[in-house]
């Protein structure tokens, strides 16, 4: 199909700019390496513009003293723009980041139910009055944090983008985003709906530019008064040790090595289906992939066979086409990372059911495809076994008894992501209270909705997005006593 490439511009201070330095950066289809957009290459200067202008529209009374009512229906109208332009919202996604076009229609609806979700808890943000000694009034207010950054990455573009940007909004923040230099495209179709949808001048401003330069001013920045980041652990620390020159507030969601665990009592044939998509899906590229299935040994050769099986038969090409069941993985330097790692497993021992290579199509040599990939004898101690490999590629390993599947499952410094497959009500519930995560599926997998909490534990994160308790990291408490003697 052709695409018209498009030079876009970006969102500062309620305007369309260019960069300062007017140079641009091409933006690419992961299925073919096609250029199919160009976007401003933003400076350290037009970060700092940025940040000004959040600052700016915070102190201006607009925004932050607006009804809180009439600031949700502004929320609102946005949710209703997000499912207005859905259709055209996630073919951007897929021929961007290389997703299935359902995989992107279901990021779309749920980045619209994130919006709609935080809107009608715009005028809900509470806070209390405490009982102290006679003759006083105590009372808390809870007030938006101020100018808020958000650093969002390219594997779930639009959903994750949304999901601090509605709690921020809602509160009565600024904002500035950052989406990836990979995939900044539904961003900056985010920031034009915004304004549509009423939000004032310089409220949202959305800066496409690189990590290095434009995201490490952002979150160094002192006139910033909090930091939501999506990535990698390591650019994760690297963020709050910045953030912490200037005691920023800090929300990190990092990476995962995710256990998806199969008992013999579960509904077998639902748990391979499920620990199938709980790697293929985005091609394996998220941070709750279920890179690690522990399979009991009583039930291992079947279920291995089955999902080999089903693995062999998935049909690889560019997301946008309706037959596609995996795309590309989003950059070749990703595709080169995951190859790197197949590798590895390899050398150190795991045994290569299925998978391992660029898929030898010749339709598909111009994009960035690995075929869907699973190993098995796997342990900890191996890369493919530790490390976060963000791409398609599965590591088995048999287990015996709950006590050996719990220590397997938490021998990693990750805790993001668990799933496990019993009928058993109470080895369901003691394995989920065991787990070292921060969210537990239940008899299925790749589950969350914008009103439950998502967020890791150990080095997969601090503090959690979604759900109304997030709405506490979006605001400052200050108390209030009254002497009324
Ligand atoms: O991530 P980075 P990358 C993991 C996954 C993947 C690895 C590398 O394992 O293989 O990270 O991916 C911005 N200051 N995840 O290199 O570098 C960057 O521009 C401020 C897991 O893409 O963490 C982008 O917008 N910002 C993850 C964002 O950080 C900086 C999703 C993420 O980039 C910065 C993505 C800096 N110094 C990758 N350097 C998840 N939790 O889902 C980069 N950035």
């Known amino acids: 199909m052709t695409v018209q490439i498009q030079k876009l511009k970006m969102l500062v201070a309620g305007e369309w700019r260019e960069s300062s330095s007017g140079s641009f950066s091409s933006i690419v289809d992961p299925s073919n390496n096609q250029v199919i957009a160009e976007v401003p290459k933003a400076s350290r200067e037009d970060a700092e513009a940025a940040v000004e202008s959040a600052r700016h529209a915070f102190d201006s009374p607009e925004w932050r003293d607006m009804d809180p009512s009439k600031r949700g229906r502004i929320l609102i109208k946005l949710t209703g723009l997000v499912r207005e332009n859905s259709e055209e919202l996630a073919r951007l996604e897929t021929l961007n980041e290389g997703k299935l076009l359902r995989e992107s229609k279901g990021d779309v609806a749920w980045a619209a139910r994130t919006f709609e979700y935080f809107a009608g808890l715009a005028d809900k943000i509470e806070g209390e009055t405490i009982p102290v000694p006679p003759k006083r009034l105590n009372y808390t207010l809870r007030e938006p944090l101020g100018v808020t950054v958000h650093i969002v990455p390219w594997n779930y573009p639009i959903a994750l ?27 900056l179709k985010l920031g034009e709906l915004a304004t549509k949808a009423g939000v004032p001048k310089g409220v949202v401003n959305v800066v496409t530019g690189s990590g290095a330069e ?18 990698s652990a390591e650019t994760g620390k690297q963020v709050m040790q910045a953030a912490a020159r200037n005691v920023t507030h800090v929300l990190l969601e990092l990476g995962g090595k995710n256990p998806h665990i199969v008992f013999p009592d579960a509904d077998l044939s639902k748990a391979v289906r499920s620990v199938k998509d709980g790697i293929f899906t985005n091609a394996g590229q998220m941070c709750w992939a279920g890179s690690r299935a522990f399979i009991h040994e009583s039930i291992y050769n079947n279920f291995v066979n089955e999902l080999v099986a089903k693995t062999k038969v998935m049909r690889l090409g560019p997301g946008i086409e309706e037959t596609t069941e995996m795309g590309p993985v989003v950059s070749k330097a990703r595709q080169e990372t995951v190859l790197g790692y197949i590798k590895d497993g390899v050398a150190e021992g795991a045994k290569l059911l299925y998978g391992g290579k660029r898929p030898s199509d010749p339709k598909l040599q111009q994009g960035n495809f690995v075929e869907p990939t699973i190993f098995e004898d796997v342990t900890g101690e191996m890369k493919v076994g530790c490390d976060e490999i963000f791409g398609p590629v599965l590591s088995i390993t048999k287990f015996q008894t709950v006590e050996e599947v719990v220590s397997m499952a938490n021998e990693t410094d990750y805790g993001l992501y668990g799933g496990l497959w019993t009928s058993n009500l109470k080895t369901a519930h003691d394995v989920a209270s065991k787990l070292q995560v921060g969210v537990v599926a239940i008899n299925e997998y790749l589950v969350t909705f914008p009103q439950t909490p998502f967020g890791g534990f150990k080095e997969s994160g601090i503090g959690f997005e979604q759900g109304i308790r997030s709405l506490q990291y979006y605001t400052r408490t200050k108390n209030v006593s009254v002497n009324l003697a």
Request: charged share 15%; proline share 9%.
């Open 161 to 187: 983008a949304s999901r601090s940007m509605a709690p921020a909004l809602a509160a009565g923040n600024t904002i500035v985003v950052k989406p990836s230099e990979t995939t900044p495209l539904t961003a």
């Open 214 to 231: 434009v995201g490490s001013e952002l979150v160094s920045n002192p006139d910033v008064d909090g930091i939501i980041f999506t990535g």
